[in-house]
């Protein structure tokens, strides 16, 4: 991994060479596309991305839309946006403040200036300022004509109008030739970043193949677009940024959702069961549902249940019957399935909790990102509730830590609940593509269960290590015996009230879980070993705390960092980790909720650095306070 | 792609695992001790249903009960076979996603009232509209035993209970409507002092291809002692209860000397030796609308006789049917490479 601190957003615009003609190098570039949902942003953010991974920069996406799905046209509630940032170096956050903002529309630049960068690049498609779209947007004037954006440089391109006349003569409606507007946007912006019109032709002949006349308006569009930066005379927004150095390897590109997807069918390949996904839709969790029903082919099943309760109670089933039984969600439907959940934690079975994360409480903000549900999946049930929870830290990292949590269900014997979040479930980065032969084969205690001599099996006996139960499914000839959520008795699994035989099979699940330690990495720190200061961060925050963490060691600070990936239970080194610094920093996108399992389970004074504000942190603001923090 | 081809015709009988040797109904006991009140209904229920199984001789190691949770769904532990004693309602989540992922095993739910009507409503409306190879069996008491003597969605109007001190003031649900509506493709009903034709119809209900619904009607001795006396007293049962059976005609009473005819309004007895006898229904249970056997599901003690056996049982294909189905195909239509799925619709190579 290149540790070196990519150059800061927005680090200046500095002119190398005027002109227009000349092509400035850049480190490091944010782009931001927003307008109508109906403009097509997220399409051509994407394409960009896809242009960019080729061009062979590393990136980071952050796509944002509204809840609503067809917010009325031009208003401020019907804005989507799609940010990309790309590198000469590795990076890990889609960027902070975009240094250009493509606005299609009064409403796109009235929620978006505000992030761009002063004195950065703003491309705006001047035939949408009518008198009605800035109204819609509550402009009093019209922002172009009043001053107001002096302080940025401007391209007014009239972009629906050239659209329409590159795709004149097409014999297309008017509706369908102005749909072509967000290809000329994007031309525009390949000419400006120096981009290959190539994959972009490409994907376009894939996708509108069948529709001649639509490919064909699409193709018109996108050279327009790029002739009309070509031909006019922008001064210093010609930039070019060099490829990265990436590990040498095949590269796909990657968001969180699909990494989960991916995961799952090698999780079922590496353990040779059959995987049954029961889920309710829900965002931002959809996705995933959505792309396995697609997989038949892999034997998936896919259950779309009638709740959340179903869908884990048939996931229960699947697991009970011994194979890959999966749920997913995001955080209301957690709280919908934490009795079925406690269920799995009494009948001790193997099952796999995907939860995605959203904004809350209640419906809260279903589109934004938030990392609220640690301590509703710690210990958001009723009883001594002991699982295993875990978090991925990146787009890419959902696959390998689904591998990771199949292993410990099985192999513990014990529901494991994965924590990804919105952020990571559509954000996407250039990602390795495994060799699915170098994965290791996920073992099935039960396969060597069902071969021993019945008089031998005692469901509730357990593996003196692990301290697994003896789970064997049904349909094993002399190993018939019943499960249930009722108490059971240590070793027999009957049915037991005893007092002493509660608190026994308590501390037998609690102390099974908290021996997973035993068969995980312990955490590794990155800079100095003990010291002054200490940034802890999980789950999704993991790209913009160590991007910061090293900006603030640009500017002469000594930090370490570790990040967390296992949550419960913790690494077993963990405790002593935090102890060796005089200082600890815990940043998160919730009020502080591993800050108090760290408080509580270590008694270290630890600090939080906390925003809920449906966003990823920002890496520049947390720089700040981390500095701000080494120099207290 | 949805497969709407018919289920084939071998289809139809389910599939059931036999054992290879001869067993008999202590087999299929398990060596818990039950724990229901002496007297309580249940007891004659579990006799039933371990006296089917044998005359069936099914392969205990294939066979699975899961329940909910009250009196009744205390049912798997008594039984010798695999079980799951799981959660307050959601007995047929549970039964669904393992049956669909293990389609070699025969998988029983067993339910109370409150356990299937209340709390679990949905997921019985669900287990049943997407026919689910899976057998219930919901052991109506009109009452919540285990939690002692409330109300239940069955209970009757103006019911007195201890949650309804001067009466209940909602109106009770019909277990075999709710089946009906909920495109259920067997629907019966037997009771627990009838150990014969209990014992057929569990029969019956275990040899269906597809989602069975077996209401049980089930004495509680505590909390809710005759409830279903009026009509299934061994005195009285031959003048007030109606069996159904497909293909006869549908005559009660002592002699047979009454029958069920249409009426402008629904159902009515006539004569079976009178003037309209001609005009007396053959029960079909096969039949595809389910009008007729609606209007036998809502026939009710006094005005009219009660109807027991099978009242619908038509072949549709099941859920499992369908998605495998869909697995076979997409198998032959698509690759199912992983390390091609891994790759994506692009990649790029870096030096
Ligand atoms: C979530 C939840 N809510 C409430 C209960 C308490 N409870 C247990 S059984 C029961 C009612 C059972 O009635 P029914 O299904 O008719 O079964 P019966 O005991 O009559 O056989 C209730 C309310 C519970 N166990 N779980
Ligand atoms: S309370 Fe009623 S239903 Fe429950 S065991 Fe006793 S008699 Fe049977
Ligand atoms: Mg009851």
């Not at chain 1, 009043?146 to 440089?153: A, I, P, T, V």
């Not at chain 1, 495994?434 to 008089?455: T, W």
């Not at chain 1, 108090?596 to 449906?614: C, H």
Request: glycine share 8%; charged share 20%; proline share 6%.
């Amino acid at each position: 991994m290149t540790t070196t601190s990519p150059q800061a957003n927005g680090s200046g615009n500095t002119a190398t060479a005027s002109g227009g003609a000349a092509i400035q190098e850049r480190d490091r570039v944010t782009v931001r596309f927003a307008g109508d949902s109906g403009d097509g942003m997220q399409l051509a953010g994407n394409r960009f991305a896809d242009a960019t991974a080729v061009f062979g920069n590393d990136f980071s996406t952050l796509p944002d839309f509204p809840a609503e799905i067809r917010a009325p046209a031009g208003s401020l509630a019907g804005v989507s946006s799609f940010q990309i940032s790309f590198s000469k170096h590795q990076i890990f956050t889609p960027g902070d403040e975009p240094d250009t903002l493509v606005a299609m529309n009064p409403a796109a630049l009235k929620s978006h200036l505000a992030a761009l960068t002063k004195g950065g690049l703003l491309v705006v498609n001047e035939d949408a300022f009518t008198s009605g779209n800035l109204k819609k947007a509550n402009y009093p004037s019209n922002p172009l004509a009043d001053g107001s954006l002096d302080d940025f440089r401007i391209i007014k391109a009239p972009i629906t109008t050239a659209a329409i006349a590159a795709v004149e003569d097409l014999g297309l409606t008017t509706q369908n030739a102005e749909r072509t507007k967000n290809f000329f946007a994007l031309g525009l912006v390949y000419w400006l970043y120096d981009r290959d019109l190539e994959p972009t032709l490409d994907w376009i002949e894939q996708r509108f193949g069948r529709l001649p006349n639509i490919a064909e308006a699409n193709r018109r569009a996108l050279f327009a677009g790029h002739a009309y930066g070509e031909t006019t005379e922008i001064a210093d927004a010609h930039v070019r940024v060099p490829p990265a150095v990436l590990t040498p390897g095949e590269y796909r590109t990657i968001t969180g959702n699909q990494a989960l997807v991916l995961g799952l069918i090698t999780a079922s390949h590496l353990t040779d069961l059959e995987l049954f996904y029961g889920s309710y839709p829900i965002t931002p969790a959809s996705d995933v549902l959505v792309e396995l029903a697609a997989l038949r082919e892999f034997g998936v099943r896919t259950f779309q249940a009638e709740d959340e309760i179903s869908a884990i109670g048939t996931a229960i089933g699947a697991a009970y019957g011994g194979g890959l039984g999966v749920t997913g969600t995001s955080g209301p439907g957690i709280a919908l399935k934490s009795e079925a959940l406690n269920l799995a934690v009494m009948t001790e079975l193997p099952l796999l909790v995907l939860d995605v994360q959203r904004s809350g409480p209640s419906t809260g903000m279903p589109t934004k990102t938030e990392q609220t549900d640690l301590l509703q999946v710690m210990f958001g049930r009723n009883g001594e509730s002991p699982l295993c929870v875990l978090a991925a830290k990146s787009p890419g990292d959902c696959f390998y830590m689904v591998l990771e949590a199949v292993r410990i269900a099985f192999q513990f014997v014990t529901p494991v609940v994965l924590l990804s979040d919105t952020y990571l479930a559509n954000t996407a980065e250039p990602w390795p593509v495994p060799d699915i032969n170098q994965l290791d084969k996920i073992d099935v205690p039960y396969r060597k269960l069902e071969h021993i001599d019945p008089e031998d099996f005692q469901p509730y006996a357990r593996d003196p290590e692990t301290l697994a139960r003896m789970f064997v499914p049904p349909g094993t000839k002399g190993f018939e015996h019943r499960i249930g959520g009722l108490e059971k008795s240590d070793i027999s699994g009957d049915v037991a009230y005893s007092p002493e035989n509660h608190q026994r099979m308590t501390d037998l699940r609690g102390e099974k879980i908290r021996r997973i330690a035993n068969f995980m990495p312990e955490l590794e720190v990155d800079g100095p070993d003990s010291g002054d200061m200490l940034v802890l961060s999980w789950g999704s925050t993991y790209g913009a705390v160590f991007t910061a963490v090293n900006d603030a060691r640009e500017a002469g600070h000594e930090i370490a960092h570790a990040h967390l990936q296992y949550l419960n239970p913790f690494p077993r080194n963990l405790g002593d980790i935090v102890s060796r610094y005089n200082k600890v920093l815990i940043p998160e996108a919730n009020t502080g909720q591993l800050r108090m399992l760290i408080r509580a389970n270590f008694l270290v004074d630890a600090q939080g650095y906390n925003e809920v504000t449906g966003q990823p942190l920002s890496a520049r603001l947390l720089t700040e306070a981390i500095i701000k923090m080494a120099s207290e | 792609m949805v497969l709407h081809t018919p289920p084939s015709p071998e289809l139809v009988e389910n599939i059931i695992p036999i054992a290879d040797e001869d067993l008999s109904r202590k087999d299929y006991a398990s060596d818990v001790d039950t724990r229901w009140c002496p007297g309580c209904g249940d007891y004659s229920i579990l006799a039933q249903m371990q006296r089917s199984l044998s005359n069936i001789n099914v392969a205990p190691e294939k066979m699975v009960f899961v329940s909910g949770i009250g009196c009744s769904s205390r049912f798997p532990y008594y039984m010798n076979t695999y079980g799951m004693h799981s959660i307050h309602g959601r007995a047929p989540t549970i039964a669904s996603g393992l049956k669909l992922s293990r389609p070699d095993l025969q998988v029983f739910v067993i339910t109370g009232d409150g356990d299937a009507l209340s709390i679990g409503g949905n997921h019985l409306l669900h287990v049943l509209r997407r026919n689910v190879d899976v057998k219930i069996f919901l052991f109506n008491n009109r009452i919540y035993g285990l939690t002692k003597g409330q109300y239940s969605p069955t209970s009757e109007l103006g019911k007195v209970t201890k949650s309804s001190p001067v009466g209940t003031t909602e109106r009770p649900l019909n277990p075999l409507s709710v089946a009906l509506a909920s495109e259920a493709t067997f629907v019966a009903r037997s009771y627990d002092t009838d150990p014969q034709h209990l014992q057929t119809t569990i029969e019956q209900a275990a040899r269906h291809h597809g989602a069975a619904f077996v209401e049980i009607l089930q004495n509680c001795n505590i909390f809710n002692d005759r409830a279903f006396a009026d009509y299934t007293d061994r005195e009285v049962r031959d003048e007030r209860l109606l069996y159904l059976e497909h293909g006869q005609q549908m005559l009660f009473g002592e002699n047979q000397d009454k029958g069920l005819a249409v009426s402008a309004t629904g159902l009515r007895v006539v004569d079976a030796h009178g003037p309209d006898a001609g005009l007396i229904l053959h029960h079909d249970a096969t039949r595809p609308s389910p009008d007729v056997h609606q209007l036998l599901a809502r026939c009710n003690y006094p005005e009219m006789p009660v109807p027991m056996g099978v009242i619908r049982q038509v072949t549709a294909p099941t859920y499992g049917d369908y998605l495998d189905g869909q697995i076979e195909v997409q198998k032959f239509k698509n690759r199912h490479d992983i390390a091609q799925l891994l790759k994506g619709r692009s990649t790029w190579q870096v030096e």
